[in-house]
């Protein structure tokens, strides 16, 4: 938030709305900015607002019959300008794409076929952010070689429960998707009710999510 004041305090006219993002986020790719505010920010924590700033040309200063003065500066504490903290304030795990080597791979496959130019926008591959353990890799490597199964077997052998639900009571929506997700979760009742209530799945996961 240091670095967005600076901005705000640089010239008493410009900056209305600073945004601080991430080495690893485009500031001049809307859809890049939008979704670090989507998953890097948290309003009441990370949005400020400060007062003492003048209006040039700004029609939301002041009505258009108002004095010079009071459109430049509306009395008693002159325009505003909001600063945004869209930053990681913890790793994360990786960027939900493949990595950059296979990413690379394809598009060489891609103009090798002759098929029309790519103009990658960026993220156009996976990267860490910080969150992913030695473990995490040694799956992920399962995975490419396509032995997930090995995973599965590993996880179902640990037993491991949802204990930050125990006991909670969840609404409809929660329960779905958790009997959807959670294999500890999903009692013999659960699925016998969900099935017959819903036409989701219940062994169906969420889809991976997306970068934009």
Same mark, same amino acid.
């Given at each position: ?61 002041? /009505? ?55 103009? /990658?926008?960026? /993220? ?89």
């Amino acid at each position: 938030m240091a670095g967005a004041q600076c901005a705000v305090s640089f010239d008493p006219t410009i900056g209305k709305i600073i945004i601080a993002v991430d080495d690893d986020i485009n500031p001049r790719d809307p859809d890049a900015v939008i979704w670090a505010l989507s998953f890097r920010m948290q309003p009441h924590r990370d949005i400020r607002v400060t007062q003492g700033k003048s209006s040039m040309c700004d029609y939301s200063s002041a /009505p258009l019959d108002a004095p010079d003065t009071e459109q430049i500066f509306p009395f008693p504490t002159g325009t505003s300008a909001i600063m945004i903290d869209a930053t990681r304030k913890w790793p994360y795990t990786p960027v939900s794409l493949p990595r950059q080597e296979f990413m690379e791979k394809a598009r060489a496959l891609w103009e090798q076929l002759g098929l029309p130019k790519l103009d /990658p926008k960026t /993220p156009w591959h996976g990267y860490s952010l910080g969150y992913w353990t030695d473990e995490n890799v040694e799956e992920a490597e399962l995975a490419i070689r396509g032995d997930h199964y090995a995973t599965g077997r590993k996880l179902a052998t640990r037993g491991k429960k949802c204990e930050r639900f125990s006991g909670t009571k969840l609404s409809r929506a929660t329960s779905l998707l958790l009997s959807s997700t959670c294999p500890t979760y999903r009692t013999r009742s659960t699925r016998k009710r969900w099935r017959a209530r819903s036409p989701i799945s219940s062994t169906a996961g969420p889809s991976p999510p997306g970068t934009h």
